[in-house]
C-alpha cells in the first residue's frame, strides 16, 4: 500500500537509539539480531487490504482476529505481527522511521479500532492526524474507533474517538473523545533499567561491543506489571526467542507461505549468516558457535 503524500516520518525514540546501533552491528556482522531486515519483514507481516477485509500477502489468514502490533513504514507498507509474536515495533520496522505506530485489531479480517501506543515510537496526534484519514478510508468500517494514548504519561488516561467524528469534526483537537479509560495501563511513557542479562552479546563479542552503560538506559517499557498480564502487551525478549539451526532458517525462508498456526512458531528468531558469509568475510569461517540472544 504505497504512500503519495510526502512524510519526514517518525523517528525512534532517543532512549531505544542504543538498541538500534546494537542490533543493525549484529546485523551488518551476521549475527542474530531482533530486528528483521526489511524484506523479510515484508514477507511474514505484511498486509494487504481488499474491499475492507485484511490479510497477509501470502493469502493465508484471511480471517484476521484479536490484536496485532503494527508499523506503517515511510512506503506505505502495513507490518503487523500478533500480539506476542513480536516484542516491539522497531523489531518490525528495523529501527526506520515511520508513518505511524501501534497496534490493530481485527474482527474477522475487518479493523475495528487502531491506536498510537508504542513505546518506542510515541506517535502525537499530530503525526497520527493523515494516518486516522488513511486507516478511517482503507478500513471501510464507519464504526473504525481510534485509541489515542498520547496523553496518558500526564494524565493516566486512554481516549477513544469515532474516526468519522474526527473527520466530520476537522480535527481531533477539536473532537470530544466518546469514552476516556482510567483503569487501563499503557505502554507509553513507562520507564525500565534494563539488567545486564538482557544483552545477549554480553561476554561473546568483541570488546568493543560491550555497553558498559547498557544496563543505565532508560526504555519506555516495563515488564514490573506481571500481576496485570491483560494489560501488558509486550513481552520480555527471552519469551520470544529460541535458538535455531541455520537449516531451520534456510528452510523457513524457502517457505514464506506457512500457514497462519505455524506463523508463530516458525519466524521467532532468524539467524542472518547466509546473507552476509562469503570468503571476504572474516567473520564467515570463525569456528566459535553463535550465543543465542
Not at 525512534?12 to 526489511?38: C, D, I, V
Not at 496523553?151 to 476537522?170: D, F, R
Not at 529460541?242 to 524457502?254: I, P, T
Not at 500457514?259 to 570463525?286: I, V, W
Request: net charge neutral; glycine share 6%.
Amino acid at each position: 500500500m504505497p504512500t503519495s503524500n510526502y512524510n519526514s516520518g517518525i523517528k525512534l525514540k532517543p532512549a531505544f537509539r542504543g538498541e538500534r546501533k546494537r542490533e543493525r552491528q549484529s546485523q551488518r556482522l551476521g549475527w542474530q539480531s531482533l530486528y528483521f531486515q526489511p524484506f523479510i519483514a515484508q514477507q511474514l507481516f505484511e498486509l494487504h487490504c481488499q474491499n475492507g477485509t485484511f490479510n497477509y500477502r501470502d493469502g493465508k489468514g484471511q480471517d484476521l482476529n484479536g490484536r496485532y502490533l503494527y508499523v506503517r513504514t515511510l512506503d506505505g507498507r502495513i507490518l503487523a505481527a500478533k500480539e506476542g509474536e513480536v516484542g516491539h515495533h522497531s523489531y518490525l520496522s528495523n529501527g526506520k522511521k515511520v508513518l505511524s505506530a501501534g497496534h490493530l485489531i481485527f474482527n474477522q479480517g475487518q479493523l475495528v479500532l487502531f491506536s498510537n501506543e508504542s513505546g518506542h515510537y510515541m506517535p502525537t496526534n499530530d503525526e497520527m492526524a493523515s494516518e486516522i484519514i488513511f486507516f478511517h478510508n482503507l478500513a471501510q468500517n464507519p464504526a473504525l474507533v481510534y485509541e489515542d494514548h498520547s496523553h496518558y504519561p500526564q494524565s493516566k488516561q486512554i481516549a477513544l474517538y469515532k474516526t468519522a467524528s474526527i473527520i466530520a469534526m476537522g480535527g481531533i483537537d477539536i473532537t470530544p473523545p466518546y469514552e476516556i479509560l482510567s483503569n487501563r495501563t499503557s505502554n507509553v511513557g513507562r520507564q525500565l533499567t534494563l539488567p545486564a542479562a538482557h544483552d545477549k552479546h554480553a561476554g561473546n563479542t568483541p570488546e568493543s561491543r560491550q555497553k558498559p552503560n547498557y544496563q543505565e538506559e532508560q526504555l519506555f517499557l516495563s515488564w514490573d506489571n506481571a500481576t496485570e498480564p491483560a494489560l501488558n502487551h509486550y513481552l520480555e525478549d527471552e519469551c520470544l526467542m529460541r535458538s535455531v539451526s541455520y537449516e531451520d532458517s534456510a528452510s523457513l525462508l524457502g517457505n514464506m507461505a506457512a500457514s497462519p498456526s505455524q506463523r508463530g512458531n516458525s519466524y521467532k528468531f532468524f539467524m542472518h549468516q547466509r546473507y552476509f558469509a562469503d570468503e571476504t568475510d572474516t567473520f564467515a569461517n570463525n569456528k566459535t558457535p553463535d550465543t543465542p540472544k
